[in-house]
C-alpha cells in the first residue's frame, strides 16, 4: 500500500513536495519521474517483494509505459504466469509489473482481469497519454484536480491518492455548496464531488485517460444482475467459497499480517477463515474503552481470540486520548467525514502499527448481507406498505412505534410510513433531518433538495429494483460505504502505513450478494444466510449473541473530557473563513442542550464539530 501524486507538466520541486506531504502513507522509500508533459511520485509501502526491485516509479521492459501504483492485485501470482506464458519478462516479485505487463498487453481492458484494491496511473511516453483507475468497489482513494482553461495556456491536470498534496500547488480553494449541503445531511460527500471546486474523487469502477489536453471517464464494471437465487444451498455454498477464496489470496504478504477483531460476525468469520488457512499464530487487534459501559465488543473479541488462540493485543481509549488526536484526525481526513469513530480507528491503526505491516477486518458484512437495524425497520414499512389502505390507518404497527424511535417518531409516524418515493425513503433513514439542518445553517446556503435530486437521477431512477430492501443495501455499497467507512478507513490507517484488507468486500462477493433476495438476508432477524454460510467458524458466544450496535462514550466525552474542547470549536471565532453560513446562537443551544443531558445531540455537533476542525485546517479567510 502506498501513495500516488502527478501532475501534467514538468516540476521536480512540487512532485517532491507531494510526495512529502503523503509520506505517512509510504514510509519505506519514495521515488519521482519527468517527462516533458508529466511529473510522477510515489511512496511505498514494502508489503510483497520488499527488494529495491519493487522501487516505483516503475517502467515495462522498453521503458514507454511508466506507472505509479498503490493498492494489492490479490490474483497477480495467476495472472503473471499467463503473462510469462505470453513471453513478457519479469524483473521483480511483485504485483505492480503485473499491471504494466497487462496494461501492455491488454490496454484499459487489463482492468478486467484484477481482483484487488488499487488506484494506479500510467503514463505512456509514446502516445503522450495518462491512464488512471480505481478499483471496483472503491476501497482505495484517487482524487484529481482538473482545469481546463488555466492561465498557461495549457489544462492542468493534478491527481494524487489524497487532496491535501493536490493543495500543494497553486490552486484556489472554494467551497462547492452543493457537496457543502450532502456534508450536512449525509455527514460526507458523495464521489464525485469534493468539499473543493474543481477537485473530484474518480468514481469506483473507474477510468480516466488525459488525452489532449482532454480528460475522459468510462465506467469498466458495475452490478447489472439482480435476479434472485432463491436457493439457500446454492447461496450458502457460493458464500463459503468466495469468501474463502477472498482470505486466501489476501493472506499473501512478505511483511507481519494480523486481524481487526471486533467479535461480531464480520470480523470473527474473517478469522476463523484466516486460522484455517493459516500456518502460524495469528495476531488480533481489538478496541476498548475506560469505562466497562462500552465494553461488550472488548470482551467478545477477548472470548473469540482465545476460541481461536490468537496472539491477542487490546488498546484501552480514554476521553484524554480523543481530545489529544480528534484534530488530528480530521487532518488526515482530507475533507469533513463525520463519526465520532475515526479517531478511534486511527489510535488502532497506530497500535496495530507496531505488530503488523497489514491487517485483515470484517468490513462490507452488514452492507453485503444486511446486518443494520435499518434494514428490518424498512422491511416491517414495506410489509406495513402492502396492507390495503383502509387498513393502514387502523394498523399503525406497534413493533415499529416501539423498536425504530430513531427513524419514526410517534407525532408522525403515519405520514413517514406513507412515504413511497424511494430516495425519500433512502434518505429517511440515512440523511439529517432538514428541521436540525435548518436550525444550525444560515439560509442563504442550505439547499434542501440538493440531496435528494443528487440520489435521485443518479441510484434510484436508473433501476427497476422492486425488492426496496435489496435497493437500500444496494445504495450503502455505492455510497455511504465508499465515501464514508471505506475512505474514514482508509484515511485512518494510512496516517500510519498500515494496509487494511478487506475480503468480505471482494467484488465477486458483492455480485453474489446483489443476487441474494432481502429475506435471506433479513430472516429471523439480521444476517440469516451469512451467518448460516459462515456457522463452522461461529463460536456459540458469537451466533448466539444478540445483534447491537457499536457504542463508544464519544457523548459521554462531550459532557466531560472534551466539553470545554467543544465550547470552543463551536464557536464563530474558531474558523472564520466559513462562520457566516451559521447559526451560532442555535448551535450554543444545541450543544447546552447536550451538556445538560436535556436532548441527545451528538450526531448533529459531531457534524458540526467535524466541520469546524477541518475548517481551521485547511481555509484561511
Known amino acids: 500500500m502506498c501513495g500516488i501524486n502527478g501532475f501534467n507538466f514538468n516540476q521536480s520541486d512540487l512532485i517532491r513536495k507531494m510526495n512529502t506531504k503523503i509520506k505517512h502513507r509510504g514510509p519505506d522509500d519514495e ?15 514494502t508489503i510483497i517483494d520488499l527488494s529495491e526491485k519493487g522501487h516505483q516509479p516503475m517502467f515495462n521492459e522498453d521503458k514507454n509505459l511508466v506507472l505509479v501504483f498503490n493498492g494489492e492485485i490479490y490474483n497477480f501470482q495467476e495472472l503473471r504466469k499467463e503473462l510469462a506464458k505470453k513471453g513478457h519478462k519479469f524483473f521483480s516479485q511483485t504485483d505492480s509489473e503485473v499491471i504494466l505487463h497487462l496494461y501492455e498487453d491488454k490496454g484499459s481492458t487489463c482492468l478486467d482481469y484484477f481482483n484487488g484494491i488499487f488506484a494506479f496511473a500510467i503514463w505512456d511516453k509514446n502516445k ?25 495556456g495549457q489544462a492542468r491536470f493534478i491527481f494524487s491518492s489524497e487532496i491535501k498534496a493536490i493543495l500543494e500547488h497553486p490552486i484556489k480553494r472554494e467551497i462547492n455548496l452543493e457537496a457543502f449541503n450532502h456534508y450536512f445531511r449525509l455527514h460526507y460527500i458523495p464521489y464525485p464531488l469534493t468539499i473543493y471546486k ?43 467459497y468466495l469468501l474463502k477464496d477472498s482470505v486466501k489470496g489476501q493472506l499473501i504478504s512478505d511483511r507481519p499480517l494480523g486481524v481487526w477483531l471486533s467479535g461480531g460476525i464480520d470480523s470473527t468469520s474473517v478469522l476463523g477463515i484466516a486460522s484455517e488457512l493459516s500456518r502460524n499464530q495469528i495476531k488480533t487487534f481489538s478496541v476498548g474503552f475506560d469505562s466497562e459501559h462500552y465494553n461488550f465488543d472488548l470482551n467478545m473479541a477477548k472470548r473469540v481470540s482465545s476460541f481461536y488462540n490468537t496472539d491477542h493485543y487490546e488498546l484501552i481509549i480514554s476521553g484524554k486520548d480523543a481530545l489529544e488526536n480528534i484534530e488530528k484526525a480530521v487532518y488526515h481526513m482530507d475533507e469533513p467525514i463525520a463519526n465520532s469513530t475515526q479517531f478511534i480507528t486511527m489510535l488502532l491503526a497506530k497500535y496495530s502499527s507496531e505488530k503488523v505491516a497489514v491487517v485483515l477486518g470484517g468490513d462490507g458484512g452488514d452492507e453485503l448481507f444486511g446486518g443494520y437495524k435499518r434494514y428490518s425497520y424498512s422491511q416491517l414499512v414495506s410489509q406495513w406498505q402492502k396492507l390495503p389502505k383502509i387498513l393502514r390507518k387502523n394498523i399503525l404497527v406497534k413493533v415499529l412505534i416501539d423498536k425504530s424511535e430513531q427513524y419514526f417518531k410517534k407525532d408522525d409516524l403515519f405520514n413517514k410510513l406513507n412515504i413511497e418515493d424511494k430516495t425519500d ?32 437521477k443518479k441510484y434510484f431512477l436508473p433501476y427497476q ?24 478507513t482508509d484515511k485512518m490507517t494510512m ?55 457499536w457504542f463508544s462514550p464519544v457523548a459521554k466525552w462531550i459532557r466531560s473530557d472534551l466539553k470545554d474542547f467543544s465550547y470552543d470549536v463551536l464557536s464563530a471565532e474558531y474558523a472564520t473563513a466559513t462562520s457566516q453560513y451559521f447559526n451560532w446562537i442555535n448551535i450554543r443551544k444545541i450543544l447546552d442542550d447536550h451538556i445538560s443531558k436535556k436532548r441527545y445531540n451528538l450526531t448533529c455537533l459531531w457534524i458540526l464539530i467535524t466541520w469546524q476542525i477541518w475548517a481551521s485546517q485547511y481555509l484561511k479567510k
Open 128 to 152: 503522450k497519454e495518462l491512464f488512471l483507475a480505481r478499483d471496483r468497489i472503491g476501497i482505495k482513494p484517487l482524487y484529481y484536480y482538473f482545469d481546463p482553461s488555466a492561465s498557461s
Open 31 to 45: 521515488g519521482i519521474y519527468l517527462d516533458d508533459q508529466i511529473s510522477l511520485g510515489h511512496v511505498r509501502l
Open 198 to 240: 474543481n477537485i473530484y474523487k474518480l468514481p469506483p469502477a473507474s477510468n480516466l485517460l488525459l488525452k489532449n489536453n482532454k480528460i475522459f471517464i468510462d465506467k469498466y464494471w458495475q452490478i447489472k444482475n439482480f435476479e434472485n437465487i432463491e436457493s439457500e444451498e446454492e447461496i450458502i455454498e457460493q458464500i463459503r
Open 425 to 456: 425513503r433512502y434518505l429517511m433513514y440515512m440523511s439529517q433531518k432538514d428541521d436540525i439542518i435548518k436550525k444550525v445553517l444560515d439560509p442563504e446556503v442550505f439547499q434542501p433538495s440538493a440531496t435528494y435530486d443528487f440520489y435521485s
Open 465 to 488: 429494483i422492486k425488492d426496496f430492501e435489496k435497493h437500500f443495501m444496494l445504495m450503502d455499497l455505492w455510497t455511504w460505504l465508499v465515501d464514508e467507512s471505506l475512505m474514514r
Open 495 to 549: 496516517a500510519y502505513g498500515l494496509e487494511e484488507r478487506v475480503p468480505i468486500l471482494d467484488y465477486r462477493l458483492a455480485e453474489l450478494s446483489a443476487r441474494i433476495p432481502s429475506y435471506l438476508k433479513l430472516k429471523k432477524g439480521r444476517k440469516y444466510i451469512f451467518k448460516k454460510a459462515m456457522a463452522n467458524y461461529l463460536p456459540d458466544c458469537v451466533s448466539k449473541a444478540h445483534k447491537r450496535g
